[in-house]
């Protein structure tokens, strides 16, 4: 089975505090994702990555940084929290460039105080 | 890009069928995928389709109509565990697009 682990499940931060967000796999998959999810608005891509030192944006980049040093890390990047960014954080990974199939993180929430 | 539309909430009895329907707007077609998410949990790949007509795996039913730009996700013999939100996406290049989702409350 595909493993997808989110570093923190739930944390509380301050307005303007610098945000780590980590995502590990364990199946050699090529591209990852990080996905805000809110209420009534579904999921939105943030950020992707195809390979590794490889990153593109997604449909909501503001605010938002990442980093993909190693193929089985993707790292989200908030570098000043802001309370619009309290939201659930969801990582997914495929193998597949055309897939109808990722494999998600239990997500980590995050409120921004 | 892409938009897909699905309705927000259905309820429904345990035993009974509910349909869930997704239209799309995408540039660049290629399948239409289902997700079901419980309370709490993290997002798990139901089915795709991409070519025309009805997948089935067990209880629940996948269709797609590519001319109409309209799939939908039937869930038979509704129970207890099927209560959670169920999210129809598109994949593009790399990427994977989602609808707001439906949440799907199953009663007694």
């Known amino acids: 089975d595909v493993k997808v682990t989110q570093s923190s499940r739930y944390l509380v931060k301050r307005t303007g505090e610098k945000v780590f967000l980590e995502c590990v796999q364990d199946?050699?998959?090529?591209?990852m994702f990080w996905y805000r999810q809110d209420p009534g608005l579904g999921l939105r891509l943030i950020y992707f990555?195809?390979?590794?030192?490889?990153?593109e944006k997604g449909d909501i980049p503001e605010g938002y940084s990442v980093s993909r040093e190693k193929k089985e890390r993707f790292s989200l990047i908030l570098e000043s929290a802001s309370t619009n960014q309290t939201s659930m954080y969801l990582c997914a990974t495929t193998s597949q460039g055309r897939s109808g199939e990722l494999f998600f993180g239990e997500g980590s929430r995050l409120t921004v105080l | 890009g892409q938009s897909l539309e699905q309705p927000s909430e259905v309820t429904a009895v345990e035993g009974a069928i509910v349909q869930i329907n997704c239209t799309y707007q995408t540039s660049g077609f290629y399948g239409l995928s289902w997700y079901q998410q419980h309370d709490g949990g993290a997002p798990t790949f139901l089915s795709y389709?991409?070519?025309?007509g009805l997948e089935e795996t067990g209880r629940f039913s996948s269709f797609l109509s590519r001319s109409d730009s309209y799939g939908y996700l039937l869930l038979q013999e509704l129970q207890m565990k099927d209560s959670a939100s169920y999210f129809c996406?598109?994949?593009?290049?790399?990427?994977?697009?989602f609808g707001a989702g439906t949440t799907v409350t199953v009663r007694a």
């Open positions: 996406a598109v994949p593009g290049d790399y990427k994977l697009s």
């Open positions: 389709n991409a070519l025309d």
């Open positions: 990555s195809y390979d590794v030192k490889m990153k």
């Open positions: 199946m050699d998959h090529e591209n």
